[in-house]
């Protein structure tokens, strides 16, 4: 951006940004020509502002008062939100995608003065940004056994081939924060979390994790204009999608930089979308990340966006009812004869189980007193046996259910199953797998929206049959 070097400067600078504030758009002259009409754009009359829900924003370029206002928008600083200068080009920003980011970073607490959220084409674009915007080689970073399968093979297949060194820790359960605090190193850069963890539903003390950064490294200093890389502390991430904002905020802990979510899922709600959000209070980061989005990733684009924000609007009352159905499932799971282990954060059983209350919030604000208190829509559970009879079971019960859906992702309204030793997580070596508590026979489930009465059936009946072929078992009309 242009530095004013006097007074007279600031005062030029600032009568042209006054003036170009109520911009309008220019005149052209009226189309004459057959070819002419069909090239020009048309545009509603005044009044169409009014529309409740705001519009989709197709447009991938902008009209532009005259040079100089194309010139301040290409010198400025990368940043997630336009100015009073407005939009250029959409692969840096547009209306919609930025209507629904606004509305995301609400949901994080974050408000617009104080930090801004990123939204991108998919999870791992959400993620692999926010990873490229803080790291290059020879710096180290610290991951999580139980990382979700698309950041795994992110980390150990290009990140590491870049020259960046990683580490892998236990980050559950009561000694996660110290197993990350040994892991620090003097080119530590980042230390990245991810709770509940994929698929083990393990938790993660990000309140601990952030002071033992905090302790060995000293208090985060961001400076405005700065680049990510400047920064001497790491920088603390977490992917939190399977709590969303309804239950965990991560960035009210304190030590926590960045939020990153996989909006595909629960914020999109629907299984009709591809989307990422990223979201900080930190300039420096969100500078690097807009970078990284604008050169290298992509913007979410307007009609995903509009389908992100309407599926937002009913995340309350969707999360409320993915909890209460999960909880029915996961007490049926647990008594069921072929079940070895069920792991889901409301049950007295599960390891974390002392964490649990205090990251899910269930949609609580400061001052609620009647909230119903629930711990997620995920329920992760193992079947009994060991080894290729662990899995065989495992499958067979994936295969056999006929209310909920074998398919990979989770967070729509309708339950979905996996395997992820046969399926989403087959490219982590068994030895790193069994490490991070992904057993061979666990099964993922997202649990819907449907009546919980008929889930809890299917997967009794699954379970029952969990000896057989799945895929000779009869469907019944």
């Given at each position: 951006?242009?530095?004013?070097?006097?007074?007279?400067?600031?005062?030029?600078?600032?009568?042209?940004?006054?003036?170009?504030?109520?911009?309008?758009?220019?005149?052209?002259?009226?189309?004459?020509?057959?070819?002419?009409?069909?090239?020009?754009?048309?545009?509603?009359?005044?009044?169409?502002?009014?529309?409740?829900?705001?519009?989709?924003?197709f447009g991938s370029t902008f009209t532009l008062d005259d040079?100089?206002?194309?010139?301040?928008?290409?010198?400025?600083?990368?940043?997630?939100?336009?100015?009073?200068?407005?939009?250029?080009?959409?692969?840096?920003?547009?209306?919609?995608?930025?209507?629904?980011?606004?509305?995301?970073?609400?949901?994080?607490?974050?408000?617009?003065?104080?930090?801004?959220?990123?939204?991108?084409?998919?999870?791992?674009?959400?993620?692999?940004?926010?990873?490229?915007?803080?790291?290059?080689?020879?710096?180290?970073?610290?991951?999580?056994?139980?990382?979700?399968?698309?950041?795994?093979?992110?980390?150990?297949?290009?990140?590491t081939q870049w020259g960046i060194e990683v580490t892998f820790?236990?980050?559950?359960?009561?000694?996660?924060?110290?197993?990350?605090?040994?892991?620090?190193?003097?080119?530590?850069?980042?230390?990245?979390?991810?709770?509940?963890?994929?698929?083990?539903?393990?938790?993660?003390?990000?309140?601990?994790?952030?002071?033992?950064?905090?302790?060995?490294?000293?208090?985060?200093?961001?400076?405005?204009?700065?680049?990510?890389?400047?920064?001497?502390?790491?920088?603390?991430?977490?992917?939190?999608?399977?709590?969303?904002?309804?239950?965990?905020?991560?960035?009210?802990?304190?030590?926590?930089?960045?939020?990153?979510?996989?909006?595909?899922?629960?914020?999109?709600?629907?299984?009709?979308?591809?989307?990422?959000?990223?979201?900080?209070?930190?300039?420096?980061?969100?500078?690097?990340?807009?970078?990284?989005?604008?050169?290298?990733?992509?913007?979410?684009?307007?009609?995903?966006?509009?389908?992100?924000?309407?599926?937002?609007?009913?995340?309350?009352?969707?999360?409320?009812?993915?909890?209460?159905?999960a909880l029915k499932v996961a007490k049926m799971l647990e008594?069921?004869?072929?079940?070895?282990?069920?792991?889901?954060?409301?049950?007295?059983?599960?390891?974390?189980?002392?964490?649990?209350?205090?990251?899910?919030?269930?949609?609580?604000?400061?001052?609620?007193?009647?909230?119903?208190?629930?711990?997620?829509?995920?329920?992760?559970?193992?079947?009994?046996?060991?080894?290729?009879?662990?899995?065989?079971?495992?499958?067979?019960?994936?295969?056999?259910?006929?209310?909920?859906?074998?398919?990979?992702?989770?967070?729509?309204?309708?339950?979905?199953?996996?395997?992820?030793?046969?399926?989403?997580?087959?490219?982590?070596?068994?030895?790193?797998?069994?490490?991070?508590?992904?057993?061979?026979?666990?099964?993922?489930?997202?649990?819907?929206?449907?009546?919980?009465?008929?889930?809890?059936?299917?997967?009794?009946?699954?379970?029952?049959?969990?000896?057989?072929?799945?895929?000779?078992?009869?469907?019944?009309?």
């Amino acid at each position: 951006m242009n530095v004013a070097t006097n007074d007279n400067d600031v005062k030029v600078e600032q009568a042209s940004m006054d003036t170009a504030s109520p911009r309008k758009p220019r005149s052209h002259a009226k189309p004459k020509s057959f070819a002419t009409k069909c090239a020009s754009l048309y545009h509603p009359n005044m009044g169409a502002e009014r529309g409740l829900a705001p519009p989709v924003y197709f447009g991938s370029t902008f009209t532009l008062d005259d040079a100089a206002h194309g010139a301040r928008l290409h010198e400025k600083r990368e940043q997630p939100y336009t100015d009073e200068d407005g939009f250029v080009y959409s692969r840096w920003g547009a209306p919609t995608n930025e209507a629904a980011a606004l509305q995301i970073a609400a949901l994080e607490g974050v408000d617009v003065n104080e930090g801004q959220c990123l939204l991108f084409n998919s999870g791992m674009s959400a993620i692999t940004s926010a990873l490229m915007a803080v790291l290059k080689a020879g710096d180290h970073a610290i991951f999580p056994f139980t990382v979700y399968g698309g950041t795994h093979e992110f980390v150990t297949e290009f990140a590491t081939q870049w020259g960046i060194e990683v580490t892998f820790v236990d980050a559950s359960g009561p000694e996660g924060p110290a197993n990350y605090r040994a892991a620090f190193k003097d080119n530590t850069k980042l230390v990245y979390t991810e709770t509940p963890a994929n698929p083990t539903m393990r938790l993660t003390d990000l309140e601990g994790v952030a002071k033992a950064v905090t302790e060995h490294y000293g208090i985060a200093e961001d400076i405005v204009g700065t680049s990510p890389h400047e920064r001497k502390s790491p920088w603390v991430m977490c992917d939190g999608t399977f709590a969303t904002p309804y239950h965990q905020r991560i960035l009210d802990i304190p030590g926590m930089d960045v939020s990153i979510h996989s909006a595909t899922k629960y914020l999109g709600g629907h299984s009709d979308i591809l989307a990422g959000s990223v979201t900080s209070r930190s300039e420096p980061f969100l500078h690097g990340c807009a970078k990284v989005q604008k050169l290298i990733t992509v913007p979410l684009n307007p009609m995903d966006s509009f389908l992100l924000a309407r599926g937002v609007r009913t995340l309350d009352v969707r999360m409320q009812r993915h909890g209460e159905n999960a909880l029915k499932v996961a007490k049926m799971l647990e008594k069921h004869p072929m079940v070895a282990a069920v792991y889901y954060p409301g049950l007295d059983s599960h390891p974390d189980r002392y964490l649990a209350d205090s990251i899910f919030r269930s949609g609580r604000d400061d001052d609620d007193d009647d909230v119903i208190q629930t711990y997620g829509g995920m329920i992760s559970f193992v079947t009994v046996g060991e080894g290729e009879e662990a899995l065989r079971r495992a499958r067979n019960v994936c295969e056999q259910l006929r209310v909920i859906n074998l398919a990979v992702s989770l967070g729509g309204v309708e339950s979905l199953c996996e395997h992820p030793a046969s399926m989403t997580h087959t490219m982590i070596p068994r030895e790193q797998r069994l490490a991070g508590g992904l057993h061979d026979g666990l099964i993922r489930i997202s649990v819907g929206l449907e009546k919980a009465e008929d889930l809890v059936e299917d997967l009794k009946t699954a379970l029952d049959l969990c000896d057989e072929d799945g895929c000779d078992v009869p469907f019944e009309e």
